[in-house]
Protein backbone atom coordinates (compact mmCIF):
# COMPACT_ATOMS: atom_id res chain seq x y z
CA UNK A 1 0.00 0.00 0.00
CA UNK A 2 1.33 3.53 -0.93
CA UNK A 3 1.64 5.72 1.54
CA UNK A 4 1.54 9.62 1.94
CA UNK A 5 2.40 11.92 4.57
CA UNK A 6 -0.20 13.11 7.04
CA UNK A 7 -0.52 16.92 6.03
CA UNK A 8 -2.90 18.03 8.78
CA UNK A 9 -3.55 16.38 12.81
CA UNK A 10 -7.18 15.13 11.35
CA UNK A 11 -6.09 13.19 8.55
CA UNK A 12 -6.21 9.39 8.12
CA UNK A 13 -3.09 7.45 8.95
CA UNK A 14 -2.49 4.40 7.72
CA UNK A 15 -3.47 2.27 9.86
CA UNK A 16 -7.18 4.22 10.28
CA UNK A 17 -7.20 4.22 5.40
CA UNK A 18 -6.99 0.43 5.93
CA UNK A 19 -9.97 -0.36 7.43
CA UNK A 20 -12.23 1.85 4.66
CA UNK A 21 -10.11 1.21 1.77
CA UNK A 22 -10.89 -2.29 0.81
CA UNK A 23 -14.88 -0.57 0.51
CA UNK A 24 -14.23 2.07 -1.74
CA UNK A 25 -15.36 1.76 -5.70
CA UNK A 26 -12.38 -0.08 -7.59
CA UNK A 27 -13.13 2.36 -11.07
CA UNK A 28 -10.49 1.82 -13.19
CA UNK A 29 -10.84 3.97 -16.17
CA UNK A 30 -8.59 4.16 -19.37
CA UNK A 31 -6.15 7.13 -19.96
CA UNK A 32 -4.13 9.60 -17.87
CA UNK A 33 -3.95 8.66 -14.45
CA UNK A 34 -5.43 10.80 -11.78
CA UNK A 35 -3.19 13.82 -10.31
CA UNK A 36 -4.74 13.51 -7.08
CA UNK A 37 -5.28 10.31 -5.11
CA UNK A 38 -8.72 8.93 -3.46
CA UNK A 39 -6.85 8.83 0.31
CA UNK A 40 -6.28 13.04 -0.49
CA UNK A 41 -9.57 13.43 -1.66
CA UNK A 42 -11.60 12.17 1.26
CA UNK A 43 -9.20 13.73 3.65
CA UNK A 44 -10.50 16.79 1.65
CA UNK A 45 -14.37 15.82 2.44
CA UNK A 46 -13.62 14.66 6.21
CA UNK A 47 -11.70 18.47 6.82
CA UNK A 48 -14.89 19.98 5.18
CA UNK A 49 -17.78 18.42 6.89
CA UNK A 50 -15.41 18.04 10.47
CA UNK A 51 -14.82 21.98 9.76
CA UNK A 52 -18.20 22.94 8.16
CA UNK A 53 -16.35 25.59 5.63
CA UNK A 54 -17.92 26.20 2.35
CA UNK A 55 -16.16 24.11 -0.50
CA UNK A 56 -14.31 26.73 -1.92
CA UNK A 57 -12.42 27.03 1.36
CA UNK A 58 -11.00 23.49 1.92
CA UNK A 59 -6.88 23.40 1.71
CA UNK A 60 -4.92 23.15 -1.95
CA UNK A 61 -3.22 19.82 -0.03
CA UNK A 62 -6.31 17.93 -0.57
CA UNK A 63 -6.43 19.11 -4.01
CA UNK A 64 -9.14 21.53 -6.07
CA UNK A 65 -12.47 21.87 -4.32
CA UNK A 66 -13.77 20.94 -7.43
CA UNK A 67 -12.69 17.70 -7.50
CA UNK A 68 -13.35 16.87 -4.08
CA UNK A 69 -17.32 17.97 -4.89
CA UNK A 70 -17.60 15.93 -7.30
CA UNK A 71 -16.26 13.17 -6.06
CA UNK A 72 -18.33 14.11 -2.43
CA UNK A 73 -21.39 13.95 -4.86
CA UNK A 74 -21.07 11.57 -6.81
CA UNK A 75 -20.16 8.84 -4.53
CA UNK A 76 -23.27 10.64 -2.44
CA UNK A 77 -26.23 10.04 -5.46
CA UNK A 78 -24.73 6.47 -6.49
CA UNK A 79 -24.51 5.36 -2.79
CA UNK A 80 -21.25 4.45 -2.27
CA UNK A 81 -20.84 6.75 0.94
CA UNK A 82 -24.16 4.18 2.47
CA UNK A 83 -22.22 1.21 1.21
CA UNK A 84 -18.91 2.16 2.94
CA UNK A 85 -20.61 3.23 6.46
CA UNK A 86 -22.55 -0.35 6.39
CA UNK A 87 -19.23 -2.12 5.75
CA UNK A 88 -17.60 -0.33 8.49
CA UNK A 89 -20.80 -0.71 10.76
CA UNK A 90 -20.39 -4.04 9.66
CA UNK A 91 -16.92 -5.31 10.53
CA UNK A 92 -17.37 -3.35 14.11
CA UNK A 93 -20.38 -5.44 14.48
CA UNK A 94 -18.83 -8.45 13.93
CA UNK A 95 -15.57 -7.44 16.19
CA UNK A 96 -18.26 -6.50 19.29
CA UNK A 97 -17.29 -2.89 18.50
CA UNK A 98 -20.72 -1.52 18.64
CA UNK A 99 -23.19 -1.63 21.38
CA UNK A 100 -26.74 -1.09 19.91
CA UNK A 101 -28.43 0.60 23.05
CA UNK A 102 -31.56 2.79 21.85
CA UNK A 103 -32.21 5.57 24.35
CA UNK A 104 -35.69 7.39 23.50
CA UNK A 105 -37.47 10.72 24.90
CA UNK A 106 -40.49 12.55 24.48
CA UNK A 107 -38.99 15.89 24.46
CA UNK A 108 -39.99 18.24 21.53
CA UNK A 109 -37.52 19.76 19.16
CA UNK A 110 -39.35 22.73 17.29
CA UNK A 111 -38.02 24.26 14.39
CA UNK A 112 -37.03 27.73 14.18
CA UNK A 113 -39.15 30.06 12.07
CA UNK A 114 -37.16 30.12 8.95
CA UNK A 115 -37.33 26.57 9.08
CA UNK A 116 -40.50 26.53 7.20
CA UNK A 117 -39.78 28.43 3.79
CA UNK A 118 -39.16 24.70 1.74
CA UNK A 119 -39.80 24.97 -2.05
CA UNK A 120 -43.45 25.07 -3.39
CA UNK A 121 -42.18 23.64 -6.50
CA UNK A 122 -39.35 21.11 -5.53
CA UNK A 123 -39.28 19.36 -8.99
CA UNK A 124 -37.93 23.05 -10.65
CA UNK A 125 -34.53 21.92 -8.00
CA UNK A 126 -31.83 21.52 -10.77
CA UNK A 127 -30.64 18.85 -8.54
CA UNK A 128 -31.97 16.71 -5.56
CA UNK A 129 -30.25 17.65 -2.76
CA UNK A 130 -29.92 14.34 -0.74
CA UNK A 131 -28.59 10.72 -2.34
CA UNK A 132 -30.23 7.25 -3.27
CA UNK A 133 -32.44 7.67 -0.39
CA UNK A 134 -35.89 9.91 -1.05
CA UNK A 135 -37.28 11.51 2.08
CA UNK A 136 -40.88 9.47 2.82
CA UNK A 137 -43.31 11.97 1.52
CA UNK A 138 -45.09 11.86 5.31
CA UNK A 139 -42.04 13.89 6.86
CA UNK A 140 -42.39 17.25 7.17
CA UNK A 141 -42.06 20.13 9.54
CA UNK A 142 -44.93 20.25 12.38
CA UNK A 143 -45.30 18.73 15.99
CA UNK A 144 -44.67 14.60 15.60
CA UNK A 145 -48.27 12.94 16.23
CA UNK A 146 -46.52 9.54 17.93
CA UNK A 147 -45.80 6.58 16.28
Known amino acids: MATIPVTRR ?4 DAQWAAPAPLLPRGK ?29 VPECYGPWQTIYGLFRRWQRSGVWQ ?3 TGLQTRADAAGLIGW ?7 IARAHQ ?14 PPGGVDDEPADHALGRSRGG
Do not use: C, N
Request: hydrophobic share 30%; net charge positive.
Open 10 to 13: HDLT
Open 114 to 127: HAAGARTQPERQKE
Open 83 to 85: RIV
Open 101 to 107: DVSVDST
Open 29 to 57: KPGRPPKWSKRQLIDGIRWRVRVGSPWRD
